[in-house]
């Protein structure tokens, strides 16, 4: 029964095609026919897990980090919170990637290609939740949090001597 | 030109002090083992033909064993039982003094150079304690002959393991863990590596290219990797450079000397001095590289290459410039 398990694999989002045609196509369905693909794409990646892992690694290589923090937010806003400005559904995060926002968010239109701006929709997506919880990474690839309190190293507090500049002045 | 496609990885044509005391005690292990094979089958056919021949004869009746034979009996296993601990501890002896050879510490002035593990590429980085004398590339490891080079190896995805058969046995890349590995090269020649641990879909095309070369060829190769990118001399190449520097190339990788400095994919400053693409897998030729660069999905699925939308002319603008990149 187990090894039956394993059987069926996670399909990958390889783009084999020729990406000219393909892709303008699916930058149109998004942006302006918004129905139908729109539902298809979301479902899709929201229930992958490797495009999840693989939009990831790109969140941290093309340094989304910077502003975004690992979705605690910084100079951008956080990430896995539950307010969005300019709304949660996958095709207006795609949006807010590909053609900026105000005050900060820069264009990445033709930096980041769809094949990858997809997969990161999908990895900011499940940072607040709405990706489905079966396909979501389980697990970090770093080591995150401060240590228990029950492992931090003993210390004995001392007295601080300030140095004179520190001094207020009289 | 070499194509280094041709040419075999075999541990047992060593290039290398290390490879060497490999292979021989490879060889010591084959002839042992050969001459033990021979003897047990030589063994083995005398009893069928003994057993033949007395088949043929009268049936006898065969009774207890005398003292005499039952003796005779115990002297032979307990004979062939010595020899088989004495020849196991005979190799083990021999692997142990090769063993010590191999490991023994580098010299302190060991050429330096940083290995990195990517799905599904090498990053190489020659060490220097002057950080502009530092010299990035990808999949291609030159090193002189003669003079020992200590591989510091590391890995940001998965394990991986770097592996030059002609050079020394594997070793792994482990995440988050650095290792050691380190060899003298004896003879010059293209030898071909290969990560030797599997590290996903493209692990079979994690290949690289191996050059040992004399020691002045070696140093002129270094300077030449320090210089940063050439001015690109035609207007297409410019156009190139342009293309490069406002298109997603720029998001991935770098050219000294533009403002391309990211490090997610291979360095490409010196992209037209080596002899393969795609981490040893393509010939670097211009037709291959279009292939690769409008999509590399086609060529090697997986790869973190995306796809790229370019006309013919950005793309032959596109290529004018990378094939100036010696």
Not at chain 1, 39 to 50: G, L, P, Q, V, Y
Not at chain 2, 251 to 259: D, S
């Amino acid at each position: 029964m187990l090894m039956l398990m394993s059987c069926k694999r996670e399909e990958r989002a390889l783009v084999t095609q020729s990406p000219s045609l393909e892709m303008q196509r699916s930058r149109y369905e998004v942006n302006v026919a918004s129905n139908g693909e729109s539902a298809r794409i979301k479902t899709w990646f929201d229930r992958n897990s490797w495009s999840m892992a693989q939009g990831k690694q790109l969140y941290d290589a093309y340094n989304c980090v910077g502003c975004h923090a690992h979705g605690g937010g910084g100079m951008g806003p956080p990430l896995m919170d539950e307010k969005w400005i300019y709304g949660s559904e996958p095709q207006q995060i795609y949006g807010s990637i590909v053609y900026g926002r105000p005050n900060g968010m820069p264009s990445f239109h033709g930096k980041i290609p769809d094949s990858q701006v997809w997969p990161i929709v999908a990895y900011v997506r499940s940072m607040s939740g709405l990706a489905d919880q079966s396909a979501a990474n389980p697990r970090d690839d770093h080591m995150k949090g401060p240590l228990p309190p029950s492992s931090v190293p003993e210390s004995t507090p001392h007295e601080v001597s300030l140095p004179n500049s520190a001094e207020q002045p009289r | 030109m070499n194509n280094s496609a041709d040419i075999i990885q075999s541990a047992l044509n060593p290039a290398a002090v290390e490879a060497a005391h490999i292979a021989r005690l490879w060889w010591i292990f084959f002839w042992v083992t050969l001459l033990i094979f021979a003897l047990v089958t030589l063994a083995l056919v005398f009893a069928f033909v003994r057993h033949a021949r007395d088949a043929t004869s009268e049936p006898q009746i065969i009774g207890e064993p005398d003292a005499r034979s039952q003796s005779r009996t115990a002297a032979v296993v307990w004979s062939l039982v010595a020899m088989t601990v004495a020849i196991l501890f005979a190799l083990l002896i021999i692997d142990f003094f090769t063993g010590n050879k191999i490991y023994a510490a580098p010299d302190a002035n060991a050429l330096g150079i940083k290995i990195t593990g990517h799905q599904w590429w090498w990053e190489i980085e020659y060490q220097n304690p002057q950080p502009s004398e530092i010299v990035a590339t990808a999949n291609e490891i030159h090193v002189p002959v003669g003079k020992p080079v200590k591989f510091e190896l590391q890995s940001v995805d998965v394990i991986h393991s770097f592996w030059v058969p002609n050079m020394h046995g594997k070793k792994d890349l482990v995440p988050g863990h650095p290792t050691t590995t380190w060899f003298t090269a004896t003879r010059a020649g293209e030898f071909r590596g290969q990560c030797a641990e599997y590290c996903g879909e493209q692990h079979a095309h994690m290949r690289l290219v191996f050059v040992a070369e004399p020691a002045p060829q070696f140093d002129h190769w270094l300077s030449e990797q320090k210089r940063s990118a050439p001015e690109p001399a035609s207007d297409s190449a410019r156009r190139g450079r342009d293309i490069f520097v406002s298109r997603q190339c720029v998001m991935c990788h770098a050219i000294q000397g533009t403002n391309a400095r990211a490090t997610l994919g291979p360095d490409l400053t010196h992209l037209a001095s080596r002899k393969m693409i795609a981490a040893g897998e393509l010939p670097n030729t211009r037709g291959y590289l279009a292939g690769w660069i409008l999509n590399a999905q086609v060529l090697k699925p997986g790869t973190q290459m995306p796809p790229t939308q370019l006309g013919a002319d950005d793309l032959n603008a596109l290529l004018d410039y990378l094939e100036s990149l010696k």
